[in-house]
């Protein structure tokens, strides 16, 4: 079935620095979701992307769907300690299965 | 408007036991999800309704259930409890199948000792 992957599992940053998570699917997406889940909370939609290679932007974040529909990123430049919490891609299978799958997360801690 | 509500919030269960955990969607959600969420597992899908109907189940044992009203509200069901079984379990809802953004509620953490 399908699988999608994240790396890195966990990311510690100075606070300042930038941060990257990548997503990988085994198969082809018809689109990827990010969410983010603070300490304690739940996860909460951040972004969808549909369009291959599509780029979008909020404000310090900065999300990439790639050509192939198979991989994804999230950046985010000079974290803030706002920023920590993990953070999850989601996506559904361009086959047509209705599941959203998600990937394990990655969780960021900032260091102040 | 209000946001995704589910009940309880905690629950302590002894193994053996049965569960049932309650959801109420967004008003206009038809669809409701629910994923198991333990540590380093991330979030575990255990099945979708949508108008009533199950339409996609994950990869858990027939000991967990679920349905969904004609309200859209939705429960989930846990028979025999083990140990294993202890996690935060989240309910979305979303206004369509696929494409759209899910809405999480808070949880309901659920410890089996």
Redesign the interface.
């Known amino acids: 079935?399908q699988q999608v992957m994240q790396i890195p599992q966990y990311q510690h940053v100075q606070e300042g620095e930038d941060f990257t998570t990548y997503c990988n699917s085994s198969t082809t997406l018809?689109?990827i979701?990010w969410?983010k889940q603070r300490p304690g909370?739940?996860?909460?939609?951040l972004i969808?992307l549909?369009k291959s290679g599509e780029v979008k932007k909020q404000k310090r974040l900065t999300f990439q769907f790639g050509e192939a529909k198979k991989n994804s990123s999230l950046h985010i430049t000079a974290t803030q300690t706002t920023d920590v919490g993990t953070y999850?891609c989601?996506g559904?299978d361009q086959g047509g299965?209705?599941?959203?799958?998600?990937?394990?997360?990655t969780k960021l801690t900032v260091n102040p | 408007k209000a946001g995704v509500t589910q009940t309880p919030r905690y629950l302590i269960k002894t193994r053996g036991q049965q569960v049932t955990l309650s959801c109420s969607p967004i008003s206009g959600h038809r669809s409701v999800?629910w994923?198991q969420q333990t540590p380093?597992?991330?979030?575990q899908?255990l099945f979708?309704y949508f108008s009533e109907t199950q339409?996609?189940k994950?990869?858990f044992p027939g000991r967990f259930s679920g349905r969904q009203f004609s309200n859209s509200r939705s429960e989930m069901n846990v028979s025999t409890l083990e140990l294993g079984d202890s996690a935060l379990y989240?309910c979305?809802s979303s206004r369509q199948?696929?494409?759209t953004?899910?809405?999480?509620?808070?949880?309901t953490r659920l410890t089996v000792v």
């Open positions: 079935g018809s689109n979701q969410y909370g739940h996860p909460v939609f969808q549909v999850f989601a559904h299965s209705e599941k959203l799958v998600f990937g394990k997360g | 999800s994923y380093g597992q991330g979030l899908f979708e339409r996609n994950g990869n989240l979305a199948l696929m494409n953004e899910a809405f999480f509620g808070q949880g």
